[in-house]
């Protein structure tokens, strides 16, 4: 499907999150305020525990702001029960989680499979995309594995293809390319970027600096805070 480039796909507005362990308020992020865009690919980087996760969990609608107001293709979720919002994840976001979140039982096919399930395609059609979905990853050939026999870097390429099995208007990746080899580094993000340039939002966290020539923008987080500038230690390293 052609989409037109340069619509907001997602925003939080002054949004962020707070965890309370006993007495004490941890500020996991501060109010941020970020818009993704279709036709780009944003990269999202910090240091660790910084709250790079947290943000791509607001903007994916995987977790609820503790203030500010999330917006997904123009309409205010933040105050949407769980399951308006499991709907709007289903329709509209592809996530691929930090710890891949694959279904041990199902093989690699399968869990692929499963988003369309649930958004009712026919199980003759399910398998059709979710095997083209597979083969853009270089999973063609261990699509009949259980997902726990898959290596690392094969059980997050397995994720990557269930995150865009579904044609979603926004693909939000944490560390995807952590256990991937320089190859499939290049396989994912090409990939990755061919859907943006084909008009999804396509935000990535990563640590890996390998990832830098795929971005059309960066967004830093440091401290819980987003800057569009790196943390000092980045920039006097360069
Ligand atoms: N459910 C939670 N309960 C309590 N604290 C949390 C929770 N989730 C995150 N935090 C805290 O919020 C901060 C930001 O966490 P977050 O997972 O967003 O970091 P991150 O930048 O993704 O780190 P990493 O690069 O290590 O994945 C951390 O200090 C973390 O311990
Ligand atoms: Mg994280």
């Known amino acids: 499907m052609v989409r037109k480039s340069g619509e907001i796909v997602a925003k939080v507005i002054g949004a962020g999150k707070e965890y309370k362990a006993g007495d004490t308020v941890i500020t996991a ?13 944003t990269l999202i980087i910090g240091p660790s525990g910084s709250g790079k996760t947290t943000l791509l969990s607001l903007l994916g609608c995987v977790i609820y702001p503790s203030f500010g107001e ?34 041990a039982p199902l093989t690699a096919l399968e869990n692929v499979m499963m988003p369309l399930i649930l958004q009712g395609v026919s199980d003759k059609e399910a398998r059709v995309k979710a095997t083209l979905a597979l083969e853009k990853v270089g999973m063609g050939d261990r699509m009949k594995n259980l997902s726990n026999d898959l290596s690392g870097g094969q059980q997050q390429r397995v994720a990557i293809a269930r995150a865009l099995v579904t ?15 320089i190859k499939s580094v290049g396989i994912v993000m090409n990939e990755l970027k061919l859907l943006a340039t084909q008009g999804k939002a396509v935000a990535v966290v990563t640590h890996d600096t390998r990832l830098t020539p795929f971005a059309d923008r960066i967004i830093y987080v ?4 987003i800057s569009d500038k790196p943390a000092e230690e980045e920039t006097t390293k360069r």
């Open 70 to 103: 999330v917006w997904i293709g123009g309409k205010k979720v933040n105050e949407l029960n769980e399951k308006s919002l499991a709907q709007i994840r289903l329709e509209k976001i592809g996530f691929v989680f930090q710890k891949f979140n694959l279904i």
């Open 167 to 181: 044609d979603p208007d926004l693909m939000l990746c944490d560390e995807p390319t952590a256990s991937l080899d």
């Open 29 to 41: 992020l501060k109010a941020s305020s970020v818009d993704l865009i279709s036709g780009e690919l």
């Open 222 to 225: 440091i401290d819980g805070a």
